[in-house]
């Protein structure tokens, strides 16, 4: 069964820390992975896409890693700020299918 | 740009009805897509269409459908509506299919029945 986990489920950090989420899935044979985040009642907002041939992208103060041997993706916030609270999301694409598979999300709060 | 277009963004149904769902995607993208998302079980495909056709069907009871136009605008349509069916539906747009490069997801419907 593919399944994505995401750790921790929910942490809580003060401003200017950098901050490490993860992602786990269990089929290496994906096509791409997508980073989301969400506000509370909103939709999801596409941070980083990373194609399977692909090891990183970066935006700004984020960085996402992905590693298909173990099954591991990494999103790094750099200097979190208190605009970066949300729900975040780990999402991947397998190769014979069509669909987005999500982690249960990462629910991330930063005090000022 | 316009970006994923979902409508109307609140529904108040009573158990027994139906409801339709309408989400236009991004100008030029062909698939899309359609979530279903509740506290328990988070986010749960539906199901994807590409140029009128359905590719791909999630694990829903056949309540469940959708249907795209040829200007690829989709509508969702959940008959005999139940408590259950309460959820955000957001509809993801792409451009080809299987995420190429990636999906764009609209603001969702919060439906809720009652």
């Known amino acids: 069964k593919q399944e994505v986990t995401q750790i921790p489920a929910a942490l809580s950090v003060p401003e200017g820390e950098n901050l490490v989420l993860n992602c786990s899935f269990t089929d290496s044979a994906i096509y791409n992975l997508q980073w989301f985040r969400q506000d509370p009642g909103k939709g999801l907002t596409s941070l980083l896409l990373?194609?399977?041939?692909?090891r990183e992208q970066t935006s700004g103060r984020l960085n996402a890693s992905l590693d298909k041997s173990s099954g591991r993706s990494t999103l790094y916030i750099a200097a979190s700020q208190p605009g970066d609270s949300a729900t975040y999301l780990c999402?991947?694409?397998?190769?014979?299918?069509?669909?987005?598979?999500f982690g249960q999300g990462t629910e991330l709060s930063v005090k000022p | 740009k316009a970006g994923v277009t979902q409508t109307p963004r609140y529904l108040i149904k009573t158990r027994g009805q139906q409801v339709t769902l309408s989400c236009s995607p991004i100008?030029?993208?062909?698939?899309v897509s359609w979530y279903q998302q509740t506290p328990g079980q988070g986010l749960q495909f539906l199901f994807e269409y590409f140029s009128e056709t359905q590719r791909n069907k999630g694990n829903f009871p056949g309540r469940f459908s959708g249907r795209q136009f040829s200007n690829s605008r989709s509508e969702m349509n959940v008959s005999t509506l139940e408590l259950g069916d309460s959820a955000l539906y957001l509809c993801?747009?792409?451009?080809?299919?299987?995420?190429?490069?990636?999906?764009?997801f609209g603001s969702g419907t919060r439906l809720t029945v009652v």
């Open positions: 990373i194609q399977s041939s692909q």
């Open positions: 993801a747009s792409s451009l080809a299919g299987r995420g190429v490069r990636g999906y764009t």
């Open positions: 100008s030029g993208h062909r698939s």
């Open positions: 999402a991947v694409i397998y190769n014979q299918g069509g669909k987005l598979i």
